[in-house]
């Protein structure tokens, strides 16, 4: 049972939340651990203040106070959900979810609550459900276009576009401006028909109406950059330089596009967001990649040492901590990107069920095949020229594709055996078991790839081969190739692919998340279908 508030406790949460409404952010904070240190069981006040530590990004310092009160099972729905909105931010799905449901058992009729509950059940790709439970948010009185959006994305899962679409339009009548709904309902249609004219619709529209707001011309810098490529969406930029004024998102999105054509224009504008934001990593690492388009390899190895030192498992850091390092020379490099030591290719194990491989991949494509019912590649992802499934495949009540993960953890553990511990930034995860973190399915058809891309939410990543065309198998040109090892940003002298590896049906390469890989286009007929996924470590390191 929950004490009454003295009148002295009373008086500090009065003067702090004042000063959070007045924006004094530092001096709340520094009020509400003053008041905590003296009153550790005080709800309001670790409740004011996690809500600061996660409005400035500190999800762990937020998670690590909010523990106790929830375990003690007399935390408010309060302070259980913002205990659950910082496991999500720091990539704990099951523990966000576990967390949200605990606070739904103390407001079962509340639409927020069930809001809540059916997001996190999108965020660990379970559509049924997320769909179901953000059907009864609505139902409970619900109205807000998160919790359309939610299920939209959740129908999209479910491979029900036309409802999907509605959903996202209903978001977007409630808040017409809504960023977020009109970046899902956009995409939908651009893989739903590969009409460039027909995607761009709703964010012209959107413009029209609003044609100042940031996070609008963000969706469609985005949505042109995908679909008819950088150059489409840099002349956009140019022409809204006005609009995009002192934008840090926009601003930073034009750093990232300059950096083919003017990487000292790059530089300039991300070295005066990361003077403006100095808490902020994104800015640091637009500096990184424009001083490796610079070519200035020792100041761009320094910054991105720095944001690895502070994040060691940001997959996106060491990539461009690596790239730098390549163009320096510096042996550091060897333990991160010696390919036979850190990519392997290996068959995948007969599944039970089948007696031989051959028949298990037959099944395999055809389970696949009725999973690829869109036809444009995604925005925002590698593919170009091709399509992916819209759900998380490790969900999948299919059990031929079910078998699959039960196929690849023999080599996924001998890919482990073979990499080994170590101190390194990848070894140093190899330690306690492992588990598929997502998995999805990518069809090329003739003349598609991937370009260079890395899994920032990855330790371990991975291309599968359901289906190779057959010039694919024969050619000396390496069509349809995996490619390891070039960035896709510019570097000064140019890095090369390193390494390659043929595929073939069945064939899995594993390879570390930070690795820049793509693929070679092909030609022909058919289509090239694979299946990808991440591996997490189950343990952290200590």
Request: with cysteine; charged share 20%; hydrophobic share 45%.
């Amino acid at each position: 049972m929950t004490r009454p508030l003295s009148a002295a406790t009373a008086q500090d949460l009065n003067r702090i939340q004042a000063l959070i409404q007045a924006g004094q952010l530092d001096q709340a904070r520094g009020a509400c651990r003053q008041l905590l240190k003296r009153e550790r069981s005080c709800g309001p006040a670790a409740e004011f203040l996690a809500q600061i530590l996660l409005n400035q990004g500190a999800a762990a310092e937020a998670e690590t106070l909010l523990r106790p009160f929830c375990r003690k099972g007399e935390a408010s729905f309060d302070l259980q959900s913002l205990r659950a909105a910082a496991l999500k931010a720091l990539g704990d799905k099951a523990g966000s979810l576990a967390q949200y449901q605990a606070a739904a058992r103390l407001s079962a009729n509340d639409p927020i609550a069930a809001h809540n509950v059916a997001a996190g059940l999108g965020d660990l790709g379970r559509d049924q459900d997320a769909v179901a439970e953000a059907e009864r948010a609505l139902r409970l009185g619900g109205r807000a276009p998160e919790t359309l959006l939610v299920l939209g994305r959740g129908l999209q899962g479910l491979r029900q576009f036309d409802r999907a679409k509605q959903a996202f339009e209903a978001a977007l009548s409630v808040r017409p401006n809504y960023a977020e709904a009109l970046r899902d309902l956009s995409h939908l249609i651009w893989m739903s028909t590969g009409d460039a004219s027909a995607a761009l619709a709703p964010v012209d529209q959107a413009l029209a109406q609003a044609p100042k707001q940031g996070d609008l011309l963000l969706v469609k810098l985005r949505l042109l950059s995908h679909i008819q490529g950088e150059a489409a969406a840099l002349a956009l930029a140019r022409t809204e330089i006005a609009a995009i004024g002192q934008d840090p998102r926009l601003a930073l999105e034009f750093s990232w596009l300059l950096l083919k054509d003017a990487p000292a224009d790059a530089l300039a504008i991300a070295q005066q967001l990361a003077a403006r934001f100095p808490g902020e990593r994104l800015p640091k690492k637009a500096v990184v990649q424009a001083l490796l388009a610079l070519g200035d390899a020792k100041a761009a190895a320094d910054l991105a040492f720095e944001l690895v030192t502070e994040q060691p498992g940001d997959q996106q850091a060491i990539a461009d901590l690596t790239s730098a390092w390549r163009l320096g020379g510096d042996p550091r490099l060897d333990d991160l990107y010696d390919y036979p030591a850190v990519v392997q290719a290996l068959m995948i194990d007969c599944p039970s069920g089948w007696t031989h491989l051959t028949d298990f991949l037959d099944d395999l494509r055809t389970s696949l095949n009725s999973v690829h019912l869109l036809k444009a590649h995604p925005i925002e992802q590698s593919i170009r020229g091709g399509s992916q499934t819209s759900h998380n495949l490790v969900t999948s009540d299919d059990p031929v594709i079910g078998a699959f993960f039960q196929a690849i953890q023999g080599p996924i553990r001998t890919y482990r055996d073979h990499l080994g511990k170590g101190p390194d930034l990848l070894r140093r995860r190899n330690i306690g078991e492992h588990r598929i973190d997502e998995a999805w399915s990518v069809r090329l058809r003739p003349q598609g790839f991937h370009v260079d891309h890395i899994h920032p939410n990855g330790w371990i990543s991975s291309a599968f081969y359901a289906d190779v065309p057959p010039q694919v198998q024969t050619t000396d040109r390496r069509e349809g190739w995996l490619r390891l090892g070039a960035p896709p940003t510019p570097t000064a002298p140019t890095l090369e692919p390193g390494h390659f590896v043929q595929p073939k049906p069945g064939l899995l390469a594993l390879f570390p998340s930070y690795m820049w890989h793509g693929t070679v286009p092909f030609g022909g007929e058919a289509s090239r279908m694979s299946l990808a996924f991440d591996v997490l470590p189950d343990a952290q390191p200590r």
